[in-house]
């Protein structure tokens, strides 16, 4: 007879690890299954952001950054550093000792909350009453059953690849690959110019690769406040990122010594591109292969995706899917905010998730952060608004930290004033945005940011004089 659970949680990423310990909070009994395995054999619960996503990359950001300020930054603080060299295995190491302290932290976290873990792979078996049976397969092939009267669904994504260019891991990289890296390549192409692009061609071109960006778009982060994504640009230039804009590309070739990419540019020339490496960056699609949703009736569409309505709910009773396997931005925290809402939910409470006031992070050098609507997206909407910024040049925190690019920006309602939008480019836009996060999740006006008092000095204070800006009252710009 199958073990039965309250909840049973499919996939312990950030939506279906945080979705599990809430339904525990609240007194039920839940149990999570994910197959993922680390390197030593043991599970590896986090899913794509903690194994190879968001921590990693973070990880290997850090470390290439502290590499570049030793050899170009140090001089200019009265530190004298000769011959500084890069241990890349090393680097890696600790990126997965980064990684395996946040698998673990998981573990203890569902031993703490009473959370049963099952390490397989869960699929769909039957109805079964009132619940559903789920068989989950163990590494060594071996199955159980398992009965939850609740099933959430929370399976996250794979790396989309180019038609007929799978991945390799070796020469075509997904982000799995492209954080794995021993040796830092001569020539590193990359195709899209998203997040993932961007940051991992930032790590590997500080380290010394030469690294070419092909994007399809013929505008650079078209997601991004124009400003912002000018400012941005600019800066990346600077640091010898090439980013070619409008391509589209055609054979891609892949032997021994690297890959050859023919494309057309923006003026509809052929070019063609010799690299070592290749990260292709293009997207992801919902991993729901394997699920066995037929069983039950799921419905899944032609992309993958598990279809729910804005409460999560499947159209089957008491079955959630959440994170990237449904829609809304794929994001880490969207996904933690859809885990809390339907653990609220299945007790009857009311969950609450608002796309408008998620953040969007981009933790490039500069780093470009977002919350609500862009200027663009105001004027297209018709929408009267005014918009004030402030650059970090002028902002005495950001002089004494030597990282004066960029600027916050904040777009208000013409008649209301209620904070509509806010885009930073520059030092720590990842910390800063949450101010603005807060601000328009209270429906804050740019006067209220204004008559805070913010700590001197503090980068922080830019989000303070660009919200004065509104109204056209800087004092230190």
């Not at 406040?225 to 600019?234: F, G, L, P, T, V």
């Not at 009773?317 to 809390?340: C, F, Q, S, T, Y």
Request: one cysteine or more; a neutral charge; proline letters at 3%.
């Amino acid at each position: 007879m199958s073990k039965q659970f309250d909840v049973v949680v499919i996939g312990g990423g950030p939506g279906g690890y945080i979705a599990a310990i809430r339904a525990a909070q609240l007194g039920k009994t839940v149990a999570c299954v994910d197959a993922a395995t680390g390197k030593d054999g043991k599970p590896a619960l986090g899913g794509t952001c903690t194994n190879v996503g968001c921590i990693p990359s973070k990880a290997l950001l850090q470390s290439s950054e502290h590499f570049e300020h030793a050899n170009l930054h140090f001089a200019e603080h009265g530190i004298s550093a000769k011959d500084v060299k890069m241990d890349v295995s090393k680097m890696i190491s600790r990126k997965d000792g980064v990684v395996k302290q946040n698998n673990d932290g998981i573990l203890y976290l569902f031993k703490k909350n009473k959370v049963t873990f099952i390490h397989g792979r869960a699929a769909f078996a039957k109805t079964d009453g009132g619940g559903y049976t789920l068989a989950v397969t163990a590494n060594d092939k071996s199955v159980q059953e398992i009965t939850g009267t609740h099933i959430v669904v929370a399976t996250g994504s794979n790396a989309r690849a180019l038609p007929g260019v799978p991945f390799d891991e070796q020469t075509v990289l997904s982000n799995d690959g492209a954080l794995a890296l021993t040796v830092v390549p001569k020539k590193l192409a990359l195709i899209g110019s998203g997040v993932i692009g961007l940051e991992m061609g930032s790590v590997w071109r500080r380290l010394g690769a030469e690294v070419t960006i092909l994007e399809g778009m013929p505008t650079f982060l078209a997601a991004v406040d124009e400003q912002i994504a000018k400012e941005a640009k600019k800066a990346f230039d600077k640091q010898g990122l090439k980013i070619e804009l409008g391509v589209k590309v055609g054979d891609v070739k892949v032997s021994k010594k690297g890959v050859n990419i023919a494309y057309t540019n923006a003026k509809g020339e052929a070019q063609t591109l010799d690299a070592d490496k290749l990260i292709v960056s293009i997207g992801r699609v919902p991993n729901t292969d394997g699920l066995n949703a037929q069983a039950v009736g799921l419905a899944v569409d032609e992309r993958g995706m598990i279809t729910v309505d804005g409460d999560c709910k499947t159209n089957l009773p008491n079955v959630w899917a959440i994170g990237d396997v449904v829609r809304g931005p794929m994001l880490a925290h969207k996904a933690e905010e859809e885990g809390v809402a339907v653990a609220e939910r299945i007790v009857g409470q009311h969950g609450h998730v608002d796309f408008g006031t998620t953040p969007w992070i981009i933790y490039t050098h500069p780093e470009i952060a977002w919350v609500g609507r862009t200027e663009q997206q105001l004027k297209a909407d018709g929408v009267a608004y005014k918009a004030g910024s402030f650059p970090f040049l002028a902002n005495g925190r950001a002089r004494a930290l030597g990282d004066t690019t960029g600027m916050v920006k904040i777009l208000a309602d013409a008649t209301t004033d209620e904070v509509l939008g806010a885009h930073i480019v520059g030092p720590q836009a990842s910390e800063l945005i949450a101010e603005c996060v807060m601000a328009m999740a209270f429906r804050a006006s740019s006067e209220d940011i204004a008559r805070i008092c913010h700590g001197h000095p503090t980068l922080s204070e830019s989000t303070k004089e660009a919200a004065l800006a509104v109204d056209k009252r800087t004092l230190n710009f």
